[in-house]
């Protein structure tokens, strides 16, 4: 079975902290996904990467920067967080060919106080 | 911009119905469809992929596309309560590379 794995579930950060989303899957794929969620609004793409030290700018990468290393490794950074990036985040990954599907992580709710 | 279309909802239907959920997408070049089952503060998890025309059955399951006229759809046959669910419909872009998400479809099974 294919595993992405969230470094955490739930997370309480404070207004102005560096907080880091740590994402691990083990299926050996090129593509790995940052989004988030929030009600009415879908899922959003905040950067994807697809090979190591590649990344690129989704739909809403304000406040965010991202890290790929290690292949199996995408790291989400919010800089400095505020209230509004209080959202559930997931991350997903696939293989980057036609035909192949994304498998997401369990997601982690974070909220900024 | 590529979008993905779908009826929010939410759309109720008794128990053992047909429950039936759409989604149109802007992008022709598209060749790769998928639908996502996401239940209150869980992640998606895949449960139909579709990528030629026709229909694709899977158990209680079966998915639609039209490419000619940017359709998909996915019936849920016997609808149980525990499939009361959001809908997520994806397309892959032509690239293979990125996925865009329709806005979901938020399904309740009445007992």
């Known amino acids: 079975d294919v595993k992405v794995t969230q470094s955490s579930r739930y997370l309480v950060k404070r207004t102005g902290e560096k907080v880091f989303l740590e994402c691990v899957q083990d299926?050996?794929?090129?593509?790995m996904f940052w989004y988030r969620q929030d009600p009415g609004l879908g899922l959003r793409l905040i950067y994807f990467?697809?090979?190591?030290?590649?990344?690129e700018k989704g739909d809403i990468p304000e406040g965010y920067s991202v890290s790929r290393e290690k292949k199996e490794r995408f790291s989400l950074i919010l800089e400095s967080a505020s209230t509004n990036q209080t959202s559930m985040y997931l991350c997903?990954?696939?293989?980057?060919?036609?035909?192949?599907?994304?498998?997401f992580g369990q997601g982690t709710r974070l909220t900024v106080v | 911009q590529k979008e993905v279309e779908q009826n929010s909802g939410p759309l109720s239907v008794p128990e053992g119905a047909i429950a039936s959920l759409n989604c149109t997408y802007s992008d022709r070049g598209s060749q790769s469809f998928f639908w996502y089952r996401q239940y209150s503060g869980k992640s998606p998890e895949l449960i139909m992929s579709i990528y030629s025309n026709g229909d694709k059955e899977d158990g209680r399951f079966t998915a639609q596309l039209n490419k000619a006229s940017q359709y998909v759809s996915l019936l849920i046959r016997d609808s149980q309560p525990s499939d009361s669910a959001t809908y997520l419909c994806a397309v892959l872009d032509n690239y293979g590379q990125n996925f865009v998400f329709g806005p979901g479809t938020r399904l309740s099974v009445l007992p």
């Open positions: 990467s697809y090979d190591v030290k590649m990344k």
């Open positions: 997903a990954s696939s293989f980057g060919r036609e035909n192949t599907e994304a498998f």
């Open positions: 299926m050996d794929h090129e593509n």
